[in-house]
Structure formats: C-alpha cells, structure tokens
C-alpha cells in the first residue's frame, strides 16, 4: 500500500484522477451520514462521471437490499444507475447462488433484516426464519417449534 499523499493543486487532482479508472466508495458515512448527503458529493460525483469514471457503491449494512439503496440514493437525489450498488445483501445472496451452488430444493435460516431475504428472493434462493430489524429498540426472539426440514 502506498503512503497517502497530499493533494495540494489541480495538476496534482488531475494526476490522480488520471491514474484510476475505478472507484469503490463505501455509502454510509462516506455518501451519506444518517439522511444527509456529505457536502459536495454529488459535484465529486458528477465530475467522475464527467471523466468516465466507473463508480462501485459499496456497503456492509444488511439492513438494505440493493432496491433499498437505490431508494436511498434516489430520496437524496444521488445520482445512481443499475449495477452501480455491491452491497453485503447481494454479495451474499449472489455467493450462496453462484459460487456454492445453493441447492434448490434447499433453504437457508436466515437471521437478519430485510435487506438480505429481498437479494435471497431476487436471486430464488429459498429461505426460512424472519428479518429482525436490529435498529428497534426492543428485540423480540422467535423460536420455530419444529425444524423446516429443506434447511440444509
């Protein structure tokens, strides 16, 4: 890994920019904090574009399937196009489907919030239990009495 550098003037902005063709840039707190956009985001981000710039959204919250990003990215008038989001949920969802080979006939417990059993459905991967949303102040626990036997 390279020492950080200080970029201190437009030749140096523009060496920079020159040298990457990709960017991946983390969602929150990095685009957004809470409901509030970072300032001068969206500029940062149009002058990407603007360069040809490609873009790769990523995150590690599970709270939010790609659907669910883009809706945020829409409500803070983000600017966002389809392929542009590689968030937990989906590498997920996209790995049990496409590198192990999930079985179909098969489920998987889930234990998480929506954001993933939306990806698990998107890519029809059959699942059991329930989304817990982990941001309500009470957890409420669930006990499935008998065991769905497609769990695998």
């Not at 941001?135 to 695998?152: A, N, R, T």
């Amino acid at each position: 890994m390279s020492k950080p550098v200080k970029l201190s003037n437009a030749s140096d902005y523009e060496a920079f920019l020159d040298k990457y063709d990709t960017f991946l840039i983390d969602c929150d707190g990095v685009i957004w904090l809470e409901n509030i956009v970072i300032p001068n985001l969206r500029e940062v981000l149009s002058l990407l574009r603007k360069k040809g710039k490609n873009l790769l959204f990523v995150s590690n919250n599970s709270a939010k399937s790609q659907k669910g990003f883009k809706k945020t990215f829409e409500k803070l008038n983000i600017e966002i196009y389809d392929g542009e989001i590689f968030g937990s949920t989906y590498a997920s969802a996209y790995y049990l489907k496409n590198i192990v080979k999930f079985p179909s006939d098969k489920k998987v417990y889930v234990v998480g919030d929506v954001g993933i059993t939306e990806e698990l459905e998107s890519e029809g991967i059959r699942f059991a239990g329930a989304a817990v949303s982990c941001y309500k102040s009470k957890i409420h626990i669930y006990v499935v009495p008998q065991i769905d036997s497609c769990l695998s």
